[in-house]
C-alpha cells in the first residue's frame, strides 16, 4: 500500500499555455526520467516507483498533467481541450521550458498518451519510452474495437451524452471514484490515499477538460484548432524510434491487454511488451516495487 502521508514538494514551469507544476527528486543527477500520470489521477500515483529511481541515479520529474491540481492555464480564454494531441504538445513545451535534453519518458493511461505522443510529434525528444496500461497508436476515432471494450468504455459514451456531461458535473468525485472502483482487482487501494489523490480533481478546469478529452476522441467535440498541425501529424501514427517497453496488467479491466497487442509495426528500435499477473489498471499503484524493478531494469538494459 502506497504511504497517504509521502507527498514531494512541488516546482511550476510555464509553457505557452500552462503553468506546469511538478515534483522533482535527485535534481543534481544526470540522467532524467519524467513520470506521467493518469486519468483519474495525480503525481501521486509515482510515490512508490519515483524513490527508487531516484536511488539509481536518476533525476525524476513528476509533472500533473493539464487540468490536474495545481497546474494551471495561464489565461482564462485558453480552450479547456483535453484532446490527445494536446497532451503530447504540453510534454514537448514542458521538456524545452526545463531545457532537458533526451529524458526518459515514462507514462500511464493519460500519461502514456502524452508520452508516445510527445515522441510522435518530436522524434528525437526522449532516450527511452515506458507505456503502462495503454497502448500506441490508439488515438484514432476509427480504431476498431470489439464489443467487450466498447462495454469497458461505458464511461466514455456516457460523458458524450447531455445527460451523463450532466451527471458527472453533479457529482466528479464519485464518479472518478467508480474508476478506482472497478479498473482493478478489489482491495488495491485505501480510501485516505483516493481522497488525497481526488484533491488533484478540485481544479476548475478538471471537468471541462476530462469532458472534451473523452468526447472528442470518438468525434463528438470540436478540435481545438492551436493543435490543428499536431493533429495532422499523430493521425499518420508516427513510427517510434527510440527503446520501447509496454507494461500491461492482466487483470486491467478497463483496457484490456488485447488492446496493447500487435503494436510491433509501429516501432522501429527495441521494443518489449510484459503482461503483468494479477494487476489491473493502476500497476505502479498495485505492485510499486514490480514496476519499479521493471523500469530499471529496462532503463539500465537499453
Known sequence: MIP?????????????LLKIAYEELNPTAKRCVILLHGWP???RTWNGVAPELAKQGWRVLVPALRGFSPTQFLKSETPRTGQLASLGRDLVEFIAALGIEKPALIGHD???RAAGNACGLSPDIASHLVLVSVGYGTN???QHIDFLQAKNYWYHWLMATSKGAELVKNDPKGFAKIMWDTWSPPGWYSHE???????????PDWLDVTLHSYSHRWGHAPSDPYYANDESVLNQIPKIDIPTLMLHGIEDSVSLPKTSEGKEHLFSNHYERKLLPKIGHFPQRENPDLIARELVDFLERH
Open 110 to 112: 493519460w500519461g502514456a
Open 4 to 16: 497517504t502521508d509521502f507527498i514531494f514538494p512541488m516546482k511550476t514551469v510555464e509553457t505557452s
Open 41 to 43: 489521477d495525480s503525481p
Open 140 to 142: 484514432l476515432p476509427s
Open 193 to 203: 490515499e483516493f481522497e488525497i489523490t481526488a484533491q488533484a480533481f478540485d481544479n
